[in-house]
């Protein structure tokens, strides 16, 4: 089968050209930015890329065209596809045709954690042989690939809320029907695509509705928003997870160290598992309690599941270190929701103490610009000594007004390579520097970085 897909560049959609590819498909796509790294991965894939929408590009007389949620109507492409008869599908509905059918599919769900989780659980998998295929929304330390078709019986799909296509506006999760779910949390997010988090909800609901009976829902046990969706009904047997001490549940964690680099893993109240690992922060002891209830559930057992956690990698742009120069220490982290930027800033702070931490963020989001979380947002970084925003052109609320309110500790930048020399210039020894986007936030990490080289070279 030729199969095209529009939109192709996106995390998401190059995950399904890969498998697409590995499943013995010809491939072709087209995306309006074709650029590093996921035209690279694409083309050593053997994938052929089409800059831009052009209409023409269907004259290659698919079998099937995969349209991304990126595309929309009005856009030339798409409607040259209406028009021509030919057969199209949305993404997720081609991975659960295509992929899925027939495969233990290990779903995780949530408002926060879904990659880091989703690779987590893919590398307990195979660590434990088991041969997975995945698709994540990043790219896991263990396998330097966000996909992989995967000779096992079981497939780990990072099940997101967003939705599917121009022509079906269910969640893309609606559409995995997973042996075992895992919901890690459930908050306001996306208000470009609903009105309220009782939207998100419904759609939460939808998915709970897919998992059969002799299934396995895992959620997060200190979430009430979760619990009122579960309210609405469900059908599976559950087991309830918490890495807080105040809250009832299956599977707890106990803390043997301050940062959560260590930890007891217990089930139903008894020590089950050790985990020992580089990953810090009370949200990532909540993911990994679930990463290892659902694994169990798949047959692994959690002394196993523990082990591999112990020689997990981490996830690209999750707290990843992009360099130190002259003791200053530069990290890169995907947080663009407040709930996120805490738990990230928190964690951090766990693990350095009494240093001084940075924070820089890009509120880039559609529900960040849209000023949504502007109340949140000072708050969420309480944890930070000094805090530097990004105003970006297009920002519709007073970012400055947030900032004064935070005091002499927050400032605002209109310019990215401004505010690369503006950190350069205060940052010392022993800082720890937070950058957060959901974006690339125009190479700032890598120009932070030479600005301090220089400096210090100076």
Same mark, same amino acid.
């Not at 109240?269 to 559930?297: F, K, T």
């Not at 052109?393 to 970012?399: C, E, F, H």
């Not at 005091?407 to 010392?428: F, I, K, M, N, Y």
């Given at each position: 089968?030729?199969?095209?897909?529009?939109?192709?560049?996106?995390?998401?959609?190059?995950?399904?050209?890969?498998?697409?590819?590995?499943?013995?498909?010809?491939?072709?796509?087209?995306?309006?930015?074709?650029?590093?790294?996921?035209?690279?991965?694409?083309?050593?894939?053997?994938?052929?890329?089409?800059?831009?929408?052009?209409?023409?590009?269907?004259?290659?007389?698919?079998?099937?065209?995969?349209?991304?949620?990126?595309?929309?109507?009005?856009?030339?492409?798409?409607?040259?596809?209406?028009?021509?008869?030919?057969?199209?599908?949305?993404?997720?509905?081609?991975?659960?045709?295509?992929?899925?059918?027939?495969?233990?599919?290990?779903?995780?769900?949530?408002?926060?954690?879904?990659?880091?989780?989703?690779?987590?659980?893919?590398?307990?998998?195979?660590?434990?042989?088991?041969?997975?295929?995945?698709?994540?929304?990043?790219?896991?330390?263990?396998?330097?690939?966000? $996909?992989?078709?995967?000779?096992? *019986? =079981?497939?780990? /799909?990072?099940? !997101?809320?967003?939705?599917? &296509?121009?022509?079906?506006? %269910?969640?893309?999760?609606?559409?995995?029907?997973?042996?075992?779910?895992?919901?890690?949390?459930?908050?306001?997010?996306?208000?470009?695509?609903?009105?309220?988090?009782?939207?998100?909800?419904?759609?939460?609901?939808?998915?709970?509705?897919?998992?059969?009976?002799?299934?396995?829902?895992?959620?997060?046990?200190?979430?009430?928003?979760?619990?009122?969706?579960?309210?609405?009904?469900?059908?599976?047997?559950?087991?309830?997870?918490?890495?807080?001490?105040?809250?009832?549940?299956?599977?707890?964690?106990?803390?043997?160290?301050?940062?959560?680099?260590?930890?007891?893993?217990?089930?139903?109240?008894?020590?089950?598992?050790?985990?020992?690992?580089?990953?810090?922060?009370?949200?990532?002891?909540?993911?990994?309690? $679930?990463?290892?209830?659902?694994? *169990? =559930?798949?047959? /692994?057992?959690? !002394?196993?599941?523990?082990? &591999?956690?112990?020689?997990? %990698?981490?996830?690209?742009?999750?707290?990843?270190?992009?360099?130190?120069?002259?003791?200053?220490?530069?990290?890169?982290?995907?947080?663009?929701?407040?709930?996120?930027?805490?738990?990230?800033?928190?964690?951090?702070?766990?693990?350095?103490?009494?240093?001084?931490?940075?924070?820089?963020?890009?509120?880039?989001?559609?529900?960040?610009?849209?000023?949504?979380?502007?109340?949140?947002?000072?708050?969420?970084?309480?944890?930070?000594?000094?805090?530097?925003?990004?105003?970006?052109?297009?920002?519709?609320?007073?970012?400055?007004?947030?900032?004064?309110?935070?005091?002499?500790?927050?400032?605002?930048?209109?310019?990215?390579?401004?505010?690369?020399?503006?950190?350069?210039?205060?940052?010392?020894?022993?800082?720890?520097?937070?950058?957060?986007?959901?974006?690339?936030?125009?190479?700032?990490?890598?120009?932070?970085?030479? &600005?301090?080289?220089?400096?210090?070279?100076?």
């Amino acid at each position: 089968m030729h199969v095209h897909i529009i939109g192709i560049c996106g995390t998401f959609m190059g995950g399904i050209a890969a498998l697409a590819q590995a499943a013995g498909h010809r491939v072709t796509g087209s995306d309006r930015a074709v650029y590093p790294p996921m035209s690279t991965q694409l083309a050593a894939l053997g994938v052929d890329l089409i800059e831009g929408y052009d209409p023409a590009q269907l004259d290659l007389g698919p079998d099937m065209v995969v349209v991304g949620n990126v595309m929309s109507r009005g856009n030339p492409l798409v409607e040259r596809l209406l028009d021509s008869g030919l057969p199209y599908t949305s993404g997720p509905q081609w991975l659960a045709e295509h992929i899925l059918q027939g495969r233990w599919t290990l779903a995780v769900a949530g408002t926060h954690g879904k990659t880091t989780t989703s690779s987590m659980l893919a590398w307990i998998l195979e660590h434990a042989g088991l041969d997975p295929g995945f698709l994540v929304g990043g790219v896991p330390g263990n396998f330097e690939h966000s $996909a992989r078709l995967g000779s096992g *019986r =079981h497939f780990v /799909v990072e099940a !997101d809320e967003y939705d599917t &296509a121009f022509f079906d506006k %269910r969640a893309k999760f609606v559409h995995y029907r997973p042996r075992t779910a895992i919901l890690n949390n459930l908050e306001y997010d996306h208000a470009d695509i609903y009105d309220d988090v009782a939207a998100i909800q419904r759609q939460f609901h939808l998915l709970l509705r897919t998992v059969p009976g002799g299934g396995r829902v895992i959620a997060n046990a200190a979430d009430p928003r979760l619990d009122e969706a579960l309210a609405m009904g469900c059908w599976t047997p559950r087991e309830g997870f918490s890495a807080r001490p105040d809250v009832a549940a299956d599977w707890t964690g106990r803390l043997e160290s301050q940062d959560g680099s260590a930890f007891a893993v217990l089930f139903q109240g008894s020590q089950v598992a050790s985990v020992s690992w580089p990953l810090i922060g009370l949200h990532n002891v909540d993911n990994a309690l $679930a990463a290892i209830a659902a694994a *169990r =559930h798949a047959g /692994v057992q959690p !002394d196993a599941a523990a082990a &591999a956690l112990g020689e997990f %990698r981490g996830v690209k742009r999750r707290m990843e270190v992009r360099g130190s120069v002259a003791g200053i220490t530069v990290y890169d982290d995907f947080a663009h929701h407040p709930t996120a930027i805490r738990a990230t800033l928190e964690g951090l702070r766990r693990r350095v103490g009494a240093s001084r931490i940075v924070a820089v963020l890009e509120p880039r989001s559609n529900t960040m610009k849209r000023g949504v979380h502007r109340e949140e947002l000072g708050p969420s970084l309480d944890a930070a000594d000094r805090v530097w925003f990004y105003r970006p052109a297009d920002l519709g609320w007073d970012l400055a007004g947030v900032a004064a309110g935070m005091g002499p500790r927050a400032a605002v930048a209109d310019d990215v390579g401004r505010l690369a020399e503006s950190l350069a210039a205060e940052l010392r020894g022993g800082d720890h520097v937070l950058i957060m986007s959901n974006g690339s936030f125009d190479g700032l990490h890598e120009r932070l970085l030479a &600005a301090l080289r220089g400096r210090h070279a100076a």
